[in-house]
Nanobody
Framework: QVQLVESGGGLVQPGGSLRLSCAAS????????MGWYRQAPGKQRELVAR??????TQYADSVKGRFTISRDNAKKVDLQMNSLRPEDTAVYYC???????????????WGQGTQVTVSS
């Protein structure tokens, strides 16, 4: 069984910063990529940032230059969010594309989500 545990959400004023962390644990053979998605009320879930096992990164246009994704190790990913805006308010979900066993296909796993609210 795979678990993704997120931390670091909260309330911040516009222009402020937050750092989200996600740690994967359990039956994991290999992780291809980890990332963060977000979902605001009434909107679809969208990619925020993603990083592959080789360190290749991908960002949503709306967060480029403000957010930075990094991997502390093979099973932990952080998202540094600076210059936060009210439109960044959403539930942020950690995602991992991984194989739980040598012969298993890659599959997406999700964390439970952490609320980020940007408001004065």
């Amino acid at each position: 069984q795979v678990q993704l545990v997120e931390s670091g959400g909260g309330l911040v004023q516009p222009g402020g910063s937050l750092r989200l962390s996600c740690a994967a644990s359990g039956r994991i053979f290999s992780i291809n990529a980890m990332g963060w998605y977000r979902q605001a009320p009434g909107k679809q879930r969208e990619l925020v940032a993603r990083i592959t096992s080789r360190g290749r990164t991908q960002y949503a246009d709306s967060v480029k230059g403000r957010f930075t994704i990094s991997r502390d190790n093979a099973k932990k990913v952080d998202l540094q969010m600076n210059s936060l805006r009210p439109e960044d308010t959403a539930v942020y979900y950690c995602n991992a594309l991984l194989r739980s066993e040598f012969r298993s296909p890659e599959a997406d796993y999700w964390g439970q989500g952490t609320q980020v609210t940007v408001s004065s």
